[in-house]
């Protein structure tokens, strides 16, 4: 299966970690290009590159494309500022674009006690791995 990881470029090497072991169990993994940025910066740094790439290299359409033939996203919902199993703004978007494409969509954690799109996520039907990528089918 052709899965897209997701989530918040704040943890881009563990979604690079994640493809490798997606391959473990026969999956192809990919980001977006526009990761290769992110890679050894601090938070700082990162979320500067982000709103860059969002302005000037059209970065919500770049996955828009990448994602074109894809099979699933996973989403790498981990810790971030306080919040339990985080989903941010652009997650969220990318989501739905999974959705729309009648792509599955793979959470790791369950879904996150964020007010407003829970149930929007709820509704999309999210497999819910619980941690475990052997789980994706």
Known sequence: MKIGV?????????MLQTCNELQ???????VTDLHKAMIGKSEDEIEKIKIYQKNNKDA???????????DAVLVLNLDKNGI????GGNTFLEIGFAHVLNQKIFL?????????????????????LNGDL???V
């Open 134 to 136: 052997s789980k994706i």
């Open 84 to 87: 339990k199993n985080y989903i």
């Open 6 to 14: 997701i989530g918040s470029m704040q943890f881009t090497e563990k």
């Open 24 to 30: 473990d169990f026969g999956h192809e993994g990919f």
């Open 108 to 128: 790791l954690n369950p879904v996150p006690e964020i007010p407003y799109y829970k149930s929007e996520i709820t509704a999309m039907n999210p497999i819910i």
């Open 60 to 70: 919500i359409r770049e996955f828009w494309k990448a994602m074109q033939g894809a």
